[in-house]
Nanobody
């Protein structure tokens, strides 16, 4: 079992910044990659950014150059630094831990609202 606890969401004006954190606990040795997804009202959940245990990263085209994903292995925490936020970034952001082999866990989600 892996538990994920997210923090850092909130309300920000367009052009502003937020930093999300996701702390993992439990069977963390089984985690291969971690990522951030988001889901806006009426839309499907989509990948925002991901980072492997080796540090390789992957971003959605819509956030490239604005968002940065990083991880602190000593703290078992993954971060999402979000800069130059746009109203279309408004969504519930979910942390995901992908396990070695198959399967994964989701965090509870944190709301990010960007006002115009």
């Amino acid at each position: 079992q892996v538990q994920l606890v997210e923090s850092g969401g909130g309300l920000v004006q367009a052009g502003g910044s937020l930093k999300l954190s996701c702390a993992a606990s439990g069977s963390i040795f089984s985690i291969n990659a971690m990522g951030w997804y988001r889901q806006a009202p009426g839309k499907q959940r989509e990948l925002v950014a991901a980072i492997t245990s080796g540090g390789a990263t992957n971003y959605a085209n819509s956030v490239k150059g604005r968002f940065t994903v990083s991880r602190d292995n000593a703290k078992n925490t993954v971060y999402l630094q979000m800069n130059s936020l746009k109203p279309e970034d408004t969504a519930v952001y979910y942390c995901r831990a992908v396990l070695v082999g198959a399967g994964g866990y989701w965090g509870q989600g944190t709301q990010v609202t960007v006002s115009s």
